[in-house]
């Protein structure tokens, strides 16, 4: 096992901007989910991919998309970036979509200026 | 529309003395419900869970209590460490795969 590992660990955008964020899921481990965890909050689930196909959506907009590959990585999508996405953005993976053993990256600080 | 809720943003306590952290949620179809623990610059991990057939489960220094009538959870550490300060996190599931957390409650432990 190698853990849940996400690049870049901080990262700064412009208002308006498009940002990739990426997640390398623990070997094994066909489901990734994403998470938006503003300052002094607790995570927000923005979606969940289970085999390659998005399985599961919270409250976010469609600006916010994401991408899983056969090979246990993923990327999370936010287009048109706000001052408001600025949170740090953790992924977590697990062997199917019904474990609860959730194992959680660092995450990406992302800041929009 | 906070649906799972940590009303004490931090705690403190001196080490040896028990640590109680509380969570509250407002869905009673929610049926388990999980503990993070968070450090600064790590992501949250994986601390004690509860199913709602259960009203107790213990893991060594920890205990999770759950009271259904109340929607409320807590969690007991028992006796506190230095190294048990960190943010700690409730989170209940409604679906499979969505994590719903609560605030977080920063929990300070004293030498």
């Known amino acids: 096992e190698t853990g849940v590992t996400q690049s870049p660990t901080h990262l700064i955008k412009t208002r308006g901007q498009q940002v990739t964020l990426r997640c390398s899921s623990q070997?094994?481990?066909?489901?990734v989910s994403w998470y938006q965890q503003a300052l002094g909050q607790g995570p927000q689930f923005i979606f969940q991919y289970y085999r390659e196909e998005e399985n599961g959506r919270g409250n976010f907009p469609p600006r916010f998309s994401g991408l899983q590959f056969p090979n246990y990585s993923s990327e999370l999508n936010v287009n048109a970036l706000e001052l408001d996405d600025s949170a740090l953005y953790l992924c977590a993976s697990s062997y199917d979509r019904v474990n609860y053993g959730y194992t959680f990256g660092s995450g990406t600080r992302l800041t929009v200026v | 529309d906070q649906q799972v809720k940590q009303n004490s943003p931090s705690l403190s306590v001196q080490e040896g003395r028990i640590s109680i952290l509380n969570c509250d949620y407002t869905?009673?179809?929610?049926?388990?419900f999980l503990w993070y623990k968070k450090y600064p610059a790590e992501g949250p991990t994986f601390l004690i869970s509860?199913?709602?057939?259960?009203d107790k489960n213990e893991d060594g220094r920890f205990t999770v209590f759950l009271n259904k009538s109340a929607k409320h959870l807590s969690l007991h550490i028992v006796p506190s460490q230095p190294g048990d300060s960190a943010v700690y996190f409730c989170a209940a599931i409604p679906s499979p795969g969505k994590l719903i957390f609560g605030q977080g409650t920063t929990l300070q432990v004293k030498p």
């Open positions: 070997s094994g481990h066909n489901t």
């Open positions: 509860i199913s709602s057939i259960k």
């Open positions: 869905n009673s179809m929610f049926d388990y």
